[in-house]
Each structure stands twice: as C-alpha cells, then as structure tokens.
C-alpha cells in the first residue's frame, strides 16, 4: 500500500498559477502510475493527468491539456502538477492516486485525501 499526500492548493485568481504536491510514503519501490482527478461539489471525481512510474508516459483531460503539467521525481517521492491559466471551472478538491496508467478512476488502489483549489473570477 502506497500512502499519498497532497498539498499546494489554495485560492487564485483566473489566469494564475498553481502547483501541486503529492507525496508518496509506504511500498515506493512499486512501479505504479500517479494520477490526480479532482471532484467538484455535486459532480463524480474525474480524471485530470497522470503519468507512468519511469516518466515516459503521460495523459491529460481535454479540459486541462496545455495548460497543467504533470510531472515526477521518483527520488523525492513526489509527483507534481504545475497548473497554469486556471480557470473557475477548475474549482475542485484535487486528488493524487496510485495505480495503473489509465484514466479511469477504479484502476487506482491508494488514494490520499485531497487539497482544495479554488479559482475566483
């Protein structure tokens, strides 16, 4: 079991910048895959970015690509999510989670508790 914890959000105005942290503690010598998704109050979780455990491989939402990043440092544990150009719409409790390469929220196995970002207009 992987333990992940996310940090780096908070309140921005349209058009700024954020980035995000996730932490990984417990069996980080396991191959797995980092996603984040992110739920909005009323709405499912949905799928935002994630990457492959050796960095080669990434995929992003249509909703978010160009403008997030995703990325990992396998020496810290950490994987990072630099968001720019973010929008109201982007306002969401944003997740990080281990798993396998995919975009689908239940091929994920540990997930962490979620930081709040916040986007005014």
């Known amino acids: 079991q992987v333990q992940l914890v996310e940090s780096g959000g908070g309140l921005v105005q349209a058009g700024g910048s954020l980035r995000l942290s996730c932490a990984a503690s417990?069996?980080?010598?396991?191959?797995?895959?980092i996603g984040w998704f992110r739920q909005a109050p009323g709405k499912e979780r949905e799928f935002v970015a994630t990457?492959?455990?050796?960095?080669?491989?990434?995929y992003y939402s249509a909703s978010v690509k160009g403008r997030f990043t995703i990325s990992r440092d396998n020496a810290k544990n950490a994987v990072y999510l630099q968001m720019n150009s973010l929008k109201p719409e982007d306002t969401a409790v944003y997740y990080c989670?281990?798993?396998?390469?995919?975009?689908?929220?239940?091929?994920?196995?540990?997930w962490g508790q979620g930081t709040q970002v916040t986007v005014s207009s």
């Open positions: 990457i492959s455990w050796d960095n080669n491989i990434t």
């Open positions: 989670a281990a798993g396998a390469l995919s975009t689908v929220t239940s091929r994920y196995r540990d």
């Open positions: 417990g069996r980080t010598s396991s191959s797995y895959a």
